[in-house]
């Protein structure tokens, strides 16, 4: 299984970003999908989630201002980030939980981060 992620990059405080993610391979199904960011001497941390049932989970620091979706069959997903400020730069990252084809035990996926920077 693999996730690979886009759509980072440089935009001005108030602007906005639409970060992408698709889950390749060989698997059953795709349980949840969400971002995570990370900054230098900080912990990863959650941004949004969104469960096989399409509901949102976003963290207080973005709500309001970012919304996560995602496909049809739950793949792929969006983060949909506006009213951008400084504090939202970070790497990005891309997370799956992802039952296996014939176990179906469930694994977690990371894509490659994807950075975002705003500058004020």
């Known amino acids: 299984v693999q996730l690979q992620a886009s759509g980072g990059g440089l935009v001005q405080s108030g602007g906005s970003l639409r970060l992408s993610c698709v889950a390749s391979g060989n698997f059953f199904r795709i349980n949840a999908m969400g971002w995570y960011r990370q900054t230098p001497g900080k912990q990863r941390e959650l941004v949004a989630r969104?469960?096989?049932?399409?509901?949102?989970t976003l963290s207080d620091a973005v709500r309001g201002r970012f919304t996560i979706s995602r496909g049809d069959d739950g793949n792929p997903v969006y983060l949909q980030m506006d009213s951008l400020i400084p504090e939202d730069t970070a790497v990005y990252y891309c997370?799956?939980?992802?039952?296996?084809?014939?176990?179906?035990?469930?694994?977690?996926?990371w894509g490659q981060g994807t950075q975002v920077t705003v500058s004020s």
């Open positions: 997370n799956a939980e992802i039952s296996a084809r014939y176990t179906l035990r469930p694994s977690s996926y």
């Open positions: 969104i469960s096989s049932a399409g509901n949102p």
